[in-house]
């Protein structure tokens, strides 16, 4: 068994530098291979250049946090489990770091015990699964990366434009009301004007339509807006 597990590579991001040592004593002990860094920016740059099966990411780091960390390897198409450590009581909750991409979730002070059967019951689960990039002909939206395309050309989208396009995409080929797009896109308090709605989508047929010479959004009359496949 340690001849194979020897060869399970793993990152700790631990500015503790004591427990980090122990954390890599300890993994060592079990037949895993485990580098450490001791800071975020460290932690982001071995995550992304180091083949690892897993990570073990503390929240609170000098640099750039556990995660911002977990983000941006997220955003970069990186898909690495990821185990994260907050100190208790801290500020951070569980909800946030698995809403940014963790997996699972340890408070310190934990058992080391525990910590080695969550990595196992991590590494056996593997990559998670990264959301479907969405497309409706040549377009394609990825949530993981933010990379609007329409025919493998890049199209650059405000925030708002992009959860537009997200949410017309998700609803692909159904009309969806101005009153649902105000919904989910702004919010279910919105009070502003609702022809803002109109607004943004003429924006968004300048940037995805209009310069490839295509109608993918379509207006239709008293009902609302339905995106189609076109091209691609
Ligand atoms: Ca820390």
């Known amino acids: 068994m340690g001849g194979r597990l020897g060869t399970v590579k793993l990152l700790v991001v631990e500015d503790e530098v004591r427990l980090a040592r122990a954390l890599r004593r300890g993994l060592q002990a079990e037949g895993f291979t485990v580098d450490l860094a001791y800071d975020g920016e460290e932690g982001l740059h071995f995550a992304k250049e180091g083949d690892y099966a897993a990570l073990v990411l503390d929240i609170?780091?000098?640099?750039l946090s556990g995660y911002r960390v977990c983000q941006e390897l997220r955003a970069a198409g990186i898909w690495v489990p990821v185990l994260m450590l907050s100190a208790k009581d801290g500020e951070y909750d569980e909800a946030d770091g698995?809403?940014?991409g963790?997996?699972?979730y340890l408070t310190k002070p934990f058992s080391y015990v525990v910590l080695v059967a969550r990595l196992r019951a991590l590494l056996r689960r593997g990559a998670p699964d990264r959301?479907?990039?969405l497309t409706a002909g040549g377009l394609s939206l990825d949530p993981a990366t933010r990379a609007v395309r329409r025919d493998g050309t890049d199209i650059a989208l405000t925030p708002r434009e992009f959860s537009l396009l997200e949410f017309l995409l998700r609803r692909r080929g159904e009309v969806v009301t101005k009153s649902e797009i105000l919904r989910h896109v702004w919010d279910s308090n919105y009070?502003?004007?609702p022809n803002v709605v109109e607004v943004y989508v003429g924006y968004l047929r300048r940037k995805v339509d209009a310069p490839f010479d295509v109608r993918s959004i379509e207006t239709v009359r008293g009902a609302g807006y339905r995106?189609?496949?076109v091209g691609g």
């Open 98 to 100: 698995l809403d940014l």
């Open 131 to 133: 959301p479907a990039v």
């Open 60 to 63: 609170m780091l000098p640099r």
């Open 227 to 229: 995106l189609v496949a």
């Open 102 to 104: 963790a997996d699972d």
């Open 191 to 193: 009070s502003g004007d």
